[in-house]
């Protein structure tokens, strides 16, 4: 038994692939997604225990502000002071789920956690930045305007504060 085609079934096999060729290339595309690398040593999502904060050091924030506007033309020494209204903070993510009784509805939230070598720890839905309240720039070169704008806005830009919320003092040159 040869497996010879036969013009006429060619030609209907021919037809079928011409007019289903976009299909056919999209589950080409597909299946080519499927079998693409994932790249198994990837990072885990990031985790946090529920309800903890992660760390935010004020005081090095500071301290890196007053290192990198000192270095502004004609500032001369810096020290920045800021208040902060709320620190940083994690969002777990949650599963809720609802029921439903005779009397009563029931919903019940439970924070999505991952096993890790240590333990177990929340899966981090939102982490909001801290959110500041004011700052206060001291330094030798507040005298001349052009180095108060370049504070503000500089602080503006690192900070979100508004420049209402920013004061720009000018300092003695001795040591601080």
């Known amino acids: 038994m040869s497996l010879q085609w036969k013009k006429p079934e060619a030609e209907k096999i021919w ?46 924030l500071e301290e890196k502000l007053s290192r990198t506007l000192s270095q502004v033309e004609g500032a001369g020494k810096v020290t920045v002071t800021l208040t902060v209204k709320s620190g940083m903070e994690q969002v777990p993510v949650t599963d809720r789920s609802t029921s439903s009784g005779e009397r009563e509805n029931r919903v019940e939230e439970k924070t999505v956690v991952v096993n890790t070598g240590s333990g177990q720890e929340a899966v981090v839905r939102l982490q909001r930045s801290p959110v500041f309240q004011g700052a206060l720039v001291v330094c030798e070169g507040a005298g001349q305007a052009e180095v108060r704008l370049a504070m503000t806005q500089a602080v503006s830009a690192l900070t979100g504060l508004g420049a209402d919320r920013i004061t720009v003092c000018k300092g003695s040159a001795g040591p601080w």
Request: aromatic residues 8%.
């Open 15 to 60: 037809k079928a692939l011409e007019r289903y060729k976009y299909v056919l290339l999209l589950l080409a595309a597909g299946a080519a997604l499927l079998l693409w690398p994932t790249g198994e040593g990837a990072e885990p999502p990031k985790a946090a225990a529920s309800g903890q904060q992660e760390d935010f050091d004020l005081a090095a």
